[in-house]
């Protein structure tokens, strides 16, 4: 029983990435409509899309950079 526990505890990291791709596109489905909005109709909504999804990896990158520069030793 306890090697079905840790294998499974294997599994769920190695599958972290796509749970977050996942969650960021669920975001980015309450963020494009926003960015369509404030363009006033000056963009389709695919663009809307597109730079929604820029706009929330660019802020994941920048929280990682932030971490990274104040807490070295963790990496």
């Given amino acids: ?27 980015n489905l309450v963020v494009a409509p926003a960015v369509y909005a404030a363009a006033s109709g000056a963009l389709e909504r695919r663009h809307a899309y597109a730079l929604g999804l820029l ?4 802020f994941g990158l920048v929280v990682y950079l932030f971490v990274v520069v104040f807490q070295p030793e963790r990496f």
């Fill in 55 to 58: 706009g929330l990896l660019t």
């Fill in 1 to 27: 029983m306890e090697n079905i526990n840790l294998l499974s505890g294997i599994e769920w990291r190695r599958q972290k990435l796509p749970l977050y791709a996942f969650l960021l596109l669920c975001l």
